[in-house]
């Protein structure tokens, strides 16, 4: 399976690099088998680092893996939004020391309007059944979480190449 992974470098060998924020599956690399998802990613994150290198242009790259998966690997696939798949990402985002055990975890990412949705469930405000009810009805990327050094190894690096950006 091709995937791709939305950033602003050539990236041949994939790590797990943690942060002080939480993310929908816990710390891990992050992927998509949806290129214009990807891309958009690399957009948004050369715009950014543009904006804080005041002027200078960071390129949009996206980089491109072949995923071969093995048997050796745990993993855990989401089909939609469920409670189940709720309750891992309100663990992972609330708790940077959580750890889910999976060595890869497939599903939808929790944008914008799903993040405001899953902040209501992580300070008590929403019920995590209304959630899922809710969620039911946004349209939702997919996205492959590589959350152990073992599943980096599933992943090939085959090119890298740069979106094209609207500077306005």
Same mark, same amino acid.
């Given at each position: 399976?091709?995937?791709?992974?939305?950033?602003?470098?050539?990236?041949?060998?994939?790590?797990?690099?943690?942060?002080?924020?939480?993310?929908?599956?816990?710390?891990?690399?992050?992927?998509?088998?949806?290129?214009?998802?990807?891309?958009? &990613?690399?957009?948004?994150?050369?715009?950014?680092?543009?904006?804080?290198?005041?002027?200078?242009?960071?390129?949009?790259?996206?980089?491109?893996?072949? &995923?071969?998966?093995?048997?050796?690997?745990?993993?855990?696939?989401?089909?939609?939004?469920?409670?189940? &798949?709720?309750?891992?990402?309100?663990?992972?985002?609330?708790?940077?020391?959580?750890?889910?055990?999976?060595?890869?975890?497939?599903?939808?990412?929790?944008?914008?309007?799903?993040?405001?949705?899953?902040?209501?469930?992580?300070?008590?405000?929403?019920?995590?059944?209304?959630?899922?009810?809710?969620?039911?009805?946004?349209?939702?990327?997919?996205?492959?979480?590589?959350?152990?050094?073992?599943?980096?190894?599933?992943?090939?690096?085959?090119?890298?190449?740069?979106?094209?950006?609207?500077?306005?």
């Amino acid at each position: 399976m091709i995937l791709y992974h939305g950033t602003t470098l050539e990236i041949v060998t994939p790590q797990i690099i943690k942060s002080e924020l939480g993310r929908d599956f816990g710390f891990a690399f992050y992927t998509t088998n949806i290129k214009e998802q990807a891309e958009r &990613w690399a957009i948004r994150k050369a715009k950014i680092l543009s904006k804080k290198k005041e002027g200078i242009l960071v390129p949009a790259i996206v980089n491109i893996y072949e &995923w071969t998966p093995s048997e050796k690997t745990l993993k855990k696939e989401f089909s939609g939004a469920s409670l189940e &798949w709720l309750e891992l990402v309100v663990n992972c985002r609330g708790n940077i020391d959580f750890k889910h055990g999976y060595d890869i975890v497939s599903g939808k990412i929790a944008n914008d309007n799903v993040g405001e949705t899953v902040s209501y469930v992580m300070q008590g405000i929403m019920r995590k059944e209304d959630a899922v009810e809710r969620l039911k009805f946004e349209k939702i990327n997919k996205q492959i979480a590589f959350c152990s050094e073992k599943s980096l190894n599933e992943l090939k690096f085959i090119k890298i190449y740069i979106v094209e950006m609207n500077v306005y």
